[in-house]
Nanobody
Framework: QVQLVESGGGLVQAGGSLRLPCAAS????????MGWFRQAPGKGRDFVAA????????YYAGSVKGRFTISRDNAKNTVYQQMNSLKPEDAAVYYC????????????????WGQGAQVTVSS
């Protein structure tokens, strides 16, 4: 079983920044792609960003492109999401996810999920 634990969430003013780490532990599998998704109250879970095992391929949702950066440190089994220029509409629970097979943007493609980190953005 793979465990994913997000941290770094909190309250930030609009225009501010946060960095979300996600640490993987347990029975990890080889070369997983990693993704971030988010879910705002009353809405579905939306794709935010994804990164390949090597880190050389990344995907971003249009709403965060240019403001968010996904990265990973495989030696530490950790993926990061740097969020800059935060907007009130970025407020959500952010979930880290791992995918054994493909680098995708669909949450159905991901095999393991963290418990989520709350991000609140005040205007």
């Amino acid at each position: 079983q793979v465990q994913l634990v997000e941290s770094g969430g909190g309250l930030v003013q609009a225009g501010g920044s946060l960095r979300l780490p996600c640490a993987a532990s347990g029975r990890t599998f080889s070369r997983p792609a990693m993704g971030w998704f988010r879910q705002a109250p009353g809405k579905g879970r939306d794709f935010v960003a994804a990164i390949s095992w090597s880190g050389d391929v990344t995907y971003y949702a249009g709403s965060v492109k240019g403001r968010f950066t996904i990265s990973r440190d495989n030696a530490k089994n950790t993926v990061y999401q740097q969020m800059n220029s935060l907007k009130p509409e970025d407020a959500a629970v952010y979930y880290c996810a791992a995918n054994k097979d493909v680098l995708g943007t669909n949450d159905a493609e991901y095999d393991y999920w963290g418990q989520g980190a709350q991000v609140t953005v005040s205007s």
